[in-house]
């Protein structure tokens, strides 16, 4: 999972034009984007023959390549979204739930069908990882906006300059129309100044309050799920608790 995870990161890179990964230069910018696209083709092929390896279990490898699928259908959805003026946040949510929330899903999903449990119980597993996917992303967001590139170790200005919908920008076009518009042209005018009157304009519209409390619901809903499972969960919560504590 975490060499399909960093598979897809490659690759988003060069689709971003981004500068900055773990507070490295990208494989596109060090090398160029041929060899990204080389090298992450390469880590999917390592990906899928550890996996192949691991187990008997016939139904990991199409689990894997669902995933893998489902992973790719976000990230076309949140390419296709840049040219997007109105994007609802079902539309929004549904696209998380392809890129992020499934990627995590995926991890708790395997794990369960590696030890043998119950189809039911592996699908609250699955789901546990979606709201959990769900958190980091909308968290994501946020960071973007409300940090900076030193601290995350990574491109941060491409989103905005892109026009990336994500969920503070969707809420803010949908309670405000307009909005979007008026973050293009502070970011086109002078990005180091706009950020600022954005993270104004997120803070007293309520954005930000509304995407944080969407951050404590869903992590409220994947510890509901760990609860009433029957299984030592407590890796699994701390990696909850993880996220939950996260810096902004």
């Excluded at 975490?2 to 090398?31: A, Q, S």
């Excluded at 023959?49 to 489902?70: D, E, H, W």
């Excluded at 491109?155 to 973050?183: C, H, R, W, Y």
């Amino acid at each position: 999972i975490e060499i399909l995870h960093n598979f897809t990161l490659v690759h988003d890179d060069i689709m971003d034009k981004d500068k900055l990964r773990h507070g490295k230069e990208t494989v596109n910018v060090k090398w160029d984007n041929d060899i990204a696209l080389l090298a992450g083709d390469a880590m999917l092929a390592l990906a899928m023959q550890k996996l192949n390896r691991y187990s008997n279990n016939q139904l990991l490898f199409p689990t894997f390549v669902n995933g893998l699928l489902a992973v790719c259908e976000g990230q076309a959805l949140d390419k296709e979204f840049e040219n997007r003026s109105e994007i609802s946040i079902s539309d929004y949510m549904n696209m998380i739930d392809l890129k992020t929330g499934y990627l995590i899903g995926l991890s708790a999903e395997l794990g369960s069908i590696i030890v043998g449990i119950a189809k039911e119980e592996i699908t609250l597993f699955r789901e546990f990882g979606r709201r959990i996917g769900r958190a980091f992303q909308i968290q994501d967001d946020i960071l973007e906006i409300f940090s900076d590139s030193k601290t995350m170790g990574k491109s941060l200005e491409s989103d905005l300059v892109l026009g990336k919908k994500t969920f503070l920008m969707v809420k803010a076009e949908n309670d405000n129309p307009g909005f979007i518009n008026k973050v293009n042209k502070l970011v086109n005018r002078n990005y180091s100044e706009g950020i600022v009157e954005i993270r104004k304009m997120l803070l007293d519209n309520g954005v930000y309050q509304e995407s944080q409390d969407l951050i404590n619901d869903n992590i409220k809903y994947a510890n509901g799920i760990l609860k009433n499972l029957k299984y030592d969960t407590q890796y699994l919560q701390y990696f909850s608790d993880l996220i939950g504590n996260r810096k902004f």
